[in-house]
C-alpha cells in the first residue's frame, strides 16, 4: 500500500473577534454557569461582510496552495466537507451543484479531477482526509486537497435569540467560531513521514443527540444539541476504544508528542484524556486552540495545527494522533508525522 | 479481485423520507445478498434533498441507527465489527463517486462490505409540485472477489466543465423563507441543460474511448442518469454504440436523480436480463456540468 502524507495546509480566519462575554451580554437569558470557564473560549472569529462557507473554503485554499509545491491543475482530487453549505450570503443553503463543483472551477482544477462534497459533521475534514488516505493508498489518485469553509456563527445568532432555558439545547450553539481549512495529501516521501493509521466507527446509537436544521422559531440556521448526554457517551466509550486502536494499530501514548482533540470545551477535552490515560500510559500533550478560536467545527483540528505551526511551537517531526468526536457520534483517530508541513512553515530541518 | 455488486434494491414505494426510504432499500438489498446487517463495515449515503434540510448530523449515522446496524460496538463488546458512516453528495454522480471511494477501502482492506443508498425527497417531505425528481430508495451492496474470470468495475472517470453556467441549482436562503426554512428549495434550471448534459457526458465518453481509458466493444448495457425520456437512447445515437440496449427509467416513473444508476442496473437485474460476462457501461451526469462513467462486467 503507498503512504500519504500531509504536504500543505492552509487556514484562513476571519479578522473580526467576538468575546464570549460580549455574546453573553447579549442574551436574555443568561446561563447559569460561566460560559468561559467552563468552555476555555474567550474568543472566537466571526465572518465579516461578503464571507460565507464558500469564501472562507476558498480562502484557506488559496493558503493551502501558496505554501504547497503543487498548483489547483495538478491535483487530481478535491473534496469539500463544510457542514455549512452556505454561498452568496451566510446562511443561503446550497443543496446542488455541491461547494466542490464552486471550488473546482474558481481554483481552476483539471476537468477530470474527482471534485465532490462529502459531510460528516465535526469530523468531515478528518473523514475526508481518510477517503483521501484511501485514495492515494490504493492508488487511485496521487494527490488530493479537502477543504472546508465553516460559516458557522448563524447558529450562534439564532441561539442568542432562542436561548430561554438555563439548560438550553441551543447553549453549545455559542462556542463556535468561523474558518476555512484546506490540506493537501500526497504520496509520502519516506518511511518516516506520513499518515501511518486512520480508524473510524460511528456508534450511530446516539445519531440524534446533535441535529442542525433551518429554525422554525426565527429565518436562519439552528444547532439543538444534548451535550451532556453526548458527553456523558464519549467519555463512557472512549477508553475502551481508545485500548482496541491501541492493540489494533500497535501504538501508546509513548509514540505520539501531540493529541489534537475535537475542540469542544476544554473541561470536556481534559476529562475525556484523563480517562483515556491510563491506558495510554503517557498521554501526549493535548493541542487545544478554545481561547481564541472557539469550537469551529470539521476545521477544528487543523485550525489549532495551523496555530502551533505557525507560532513553530511543534518539535521537528512532531508525530500527532488526531482525534475526531462528531455528531452521528463519530469516533477517528489519525496518526500522522508532520515534518513535511512543519517545513512548509518555515521549520528548519 | 475486483469489486463487484452483490445486490441491488430500487423502489418508489418506499416512505417519504430520505432517512426511512435509505433504510427501506438497505434493508432489501441485503435480505437479497444475504448478508447480515451488521457484516456491512462501510455505509455511504449519496442521497441529495433530505428530511427537513438537516445539515448536520450527516445523514448516513440515522440512517445506520434505524438500521441497527453495529449501534454500540463498545457497550456489545464487538469492537471488532463496526461501521462507519457519511455522507457523499454529488449529485447524480454520487453513486459512481462513493463507489470509487468504497472500492478505495475494500481494496485497503478497511472494510469488507460497503453498502451505498440513496433516495432524495423534498425537505417538506410532501410530493411537491416545485420537486424535478422522483423520491426513489435504492441501495447496492458491494465487495472486492475474486471470481477467477474478469469481472467488476473497471477504472471510474469524472469530468468537470472548466466554464459556463452549472446548470441547475438548489438552494434555500434562510433568511428570505421566514420560518418555512426546514420544507423550501428552490430550484433554477437552464432551458437548454438536459441536451448540454446529453452532449457533455457523450463528449466525456468519446474522449476517454480515444484515449484508449475504455473499450466499448461488445457493450451490452449503457445506464444512464433520467434527466428526460429516453436520454440513454439518445446517448447511445450520440455514441454510435450498435448493439447496446439501454433502460428508460424516465418514462416508467421519471427521474430519480441519486438512485437512477442503482435503479437502472436493479431493472436489468430483476429481470433476469444481466448474464455473466455482460459489460454495462454505467454514465451520470448533472449540475456543474459535470459527468461520470465506469464500465462494469457482470
Redesign the interface.
Known amino acids: 500500500?503507498i503512504k500519504a502524507q500531509f504536504e500543505s495546509l492552509g487556514v484562513y480566519l476571519p479578522d473580526r473577534s467576538v468575546s464570549t462575554e460580549e455574546l453573553v451580554g447579549q442574551m436574555a437569558q443568561k446561563p447559569v454557569f460561566d460560559l468561559m470557564s467552563l468552555t476555555g473560549i474567550k474568543n472566537r472569529r466571526w465572518r465579516g461582510e461578503g464571507e460565507d462557507s464558500f469564501t472562507l473554503a476558498m480562502a484557506a485554499a488559496r493558503e493551502c496552495l501558496g505554501k504547497s509545491r503543487y498548483r489547483a491543475c495538478d491535483l487530481d482530487a478535491l473534496i469539500c466537507t463544510s457542514?455549512?453549505?452556505f454561498?452568496?450570503?451566510?446562511?443561503?443553503?446550497?443543496?446542488?451543484?455541491?461547494m466542490?463543483?464552486?471550488l473546482?472551477?474558481e481554483m481552476g482544477?483539471r476537468?477530470?479531477?474527482?471534485?465532490?462534497?462529502?459531510?460528516?459533521?465535526c469530523?468531515g475534514m478528518l473523514?475526508g482526509v481518510q477517503?483521501l488516505n484511501?485514495?492515494i493508498?490504493?492508488g487511485?489518485v496521487k494527490t488530493g486537497m479537502v477543504v472546508s469553509g465553516e460559516c458557522i456563527t448563524?447558529i450562534a445568532e439564532t441561539a442568542l435569540k432562542e436561548i430561554r432555558e438555563p439548560i438550553d439545547p441551543q447553549f453549545a450553539s455559542l462556542t463556535v467560531g468561523d474558518s476555512g481549512a484546506a490540506v493537501i495529501l500526497d504520496r509520502a516521501e519516506g518511511v518516516d513521514e506520513g499518515i501511518e493509521f486512520v480508524?473510524?466507527?460511528?456508534?450511530?446509537?446516539f445519531?440524534?443527540l446533535?441535529?442542525?436544521?433551518?429554525?422554525?422559531?426565527?429565518?436562519?440556521?439552528a444547532?439543538y444539541a444534548k451535550s451532556i448526554e453526548i458527553h456523558q457517551e464519549v467519555i463512557?466509550?472512549l477508553p475502551?476504544?481508545v485500548l482496541?486502536m491501541m492493540h489494533k494499530h500497535g501504538f501508546t501514548g509513548k509514540d505520539f508528542d501531540y493529541v489534537i482533540p475535537h475542540q469542544t470545551s476544554v473541561r470536556a477535552i481534559r476529562e475525556a484524556l484523563q480517562l483515556c490515560a491510563k491506558h495510554l500510559d503517557v498521554l501526549p500533550e493535548a493541542l487545544i486552540g478554545l481561547r481564541h478560536f472557539g469550537n469551529t467545527a470539521s476545521t477544528s483540528h487543523f485550525v489549532v495545527l495551523h496555530d502551533q505551526l505557525s507560532q513553530k511551537r511543534l518539535k521537528k517531526n512532531s508525530k500527532v494522533l488526531f482525534l475526531a468526536l462528531?455528531?452521528?457520534?463519530?469516533i477517528g483517530f489519525v496518526s500522522a508525522t508532520i515534518g513535511r508541513l512543519e517545513a512548509s512553515y518555515g521549520y528548519g530541518h | 479481485m475486483a469489486m463487484v455488486i452483490k445486490s441491488t434494491f430500487a423502489s418508489t414505494d418506499g416512505p417519504k423520507s430520505a432517512i426511512d426510504m435509505a433504510v427501506f432499500a438497505a434493508e432489501e438489498c441485503l435480505k437479497r445478498a444475504g448478508v447480515p446487517v451488521h457484516a456491512v463495515d462501510l455505509?455511504i449515503n449519496t442521497g441529495?434533498?433530505r428530511d427537513?434540510?438537516?445539515?448536520?448530523?450527516?445523514i448516513?449515522?440515522?440512517i445506520?441507527?434505524k438500521l441497527g446496524?453495529?449501534?454500540?460496538?463498545?457497550?456489545n463488546d464487538h469492537?471488532?465489527q463496526?461501521?462507519?458512516?457519511?455522507?457523499?453528495?454529488?449529485?447524480e454522480?454520487?453513486f459512481l463517486?462513493a463507489a470509487?471511494?468504497a472500492?478505495?477501502?475494500l481494496?485497503?482492506r478497511?472494510a469488507r462490505y460497503a453498502l451505498i443508498v440513496s433516495g432524495d425527497v423534498h425537505p417538506s417531505l410532501t410530493d411537491h409540485d416545485a420537486f424535478p425528481f422522483e423520491s426513489m430508495a435504492a441501495a447496492a451492496l458491494l465487495a472486492i472477489e475474486d471470481t477467477g474470470r474478469d469481472q467488476g468495475f473497471q477504472d471510474?472517470?469524472?469530468?468537470?466543465?472548466?466554464?459556463g453556467s452549472?446548470g441547475?441549482?438548489?438552494?434555500?436562503?434562510?433568511?428570505?423563507?421566514?420560518?418555512a426554512?426546514?420544507r423550501t428549495?428552490s430550484f433554477s434550471i437552464d432551458p437548454d441543460y438536459h441536451e448540454k448534459l446529453g452532449r457533455f457526458a457523450s463528449g466525456m465518453l468519446r474522449e476517454i474511448f480515444s484515449d484508449g481509458k475504455m473499450d466499448p466493444a461488445g457493450l451490452r448495457y449503457l445506464l444512464t442518469s433520467q434527466h428526460t425520456e429516453a436520454f440513454g437512447r439518445r446517448m447511445l445515437d450520440q455514441l454510435d454504440l450498435e448493439g447496446a440496449e439501454t433502460v428508460d427509467l424516465y418514462s416508467l416513473c421519471g427521474n430519480p436523480h441519486t438512485s437512477s444508476l442503482i435503479a437502472g442496473y436493479d431493472y436489468l437485474s430483476a429481470r433476469g436480463l444481466l448474464k455473466p460476462g455482460d459489460r454495462v457501461l454505467f454514465v451520470s451526469s448533472?449540475?456543474?456540468l459535470?459527468a461520470a462513467c465506469s464500465l462494469y462486467t457482470v
Open positions: 500500500m457542514i455549512s453549505r454561498k452568496d450570503g451566510p446562511v443561503n443553503l446550497w443543496m446542488k451543484p455541491g466542490s463543483k464552486f473546482k472551477k482544477f476537468p477530470d479531477a474527482m471534485g465532490f462534497d462529502m459531510t460528516n459533521a469530523a473523514t477517503v484511501s485514495m493508498a490504493s487511485m448563524p480508524d473510524f466507527l460511528t456508534i450511530a446509537d445519531a440524534d446533535c441535529l442542525a436544521m433551518p429554525s422554525v422559531e426565527n429565518p436562519g440556521i444547532m463512557r466509550k475502551a476504544i482496541h462528531a455528531s452521528g457520534i463519530v | 455505509l441529495v434533498f427537513e434540510n438537516i445539515i448536520e448530523p450527516a448516513a449515522p440515522l445506520q441507527r446496524m453495529n449501534l454500540d460496538p463498545v457497550e469492537l471488532h463496526s461501521t462507519f458512516s457519511f455522507d457523499i453528495t454529488d449529485g454522480n454520487g463517486t470509487g471511494v472500492r478505495a477501502f481494496q485497503t478497511q471510474f472517470h469524472f469530468r468537470t466543465s472548466a466554464n452549472y441547475f441549482c438548489a438552494n434555500v436562503d434562510l433568511s428570505r423563507n421566514g420560518l426554512g426546514r428549495m448533472g449540475a456543474g459535470s
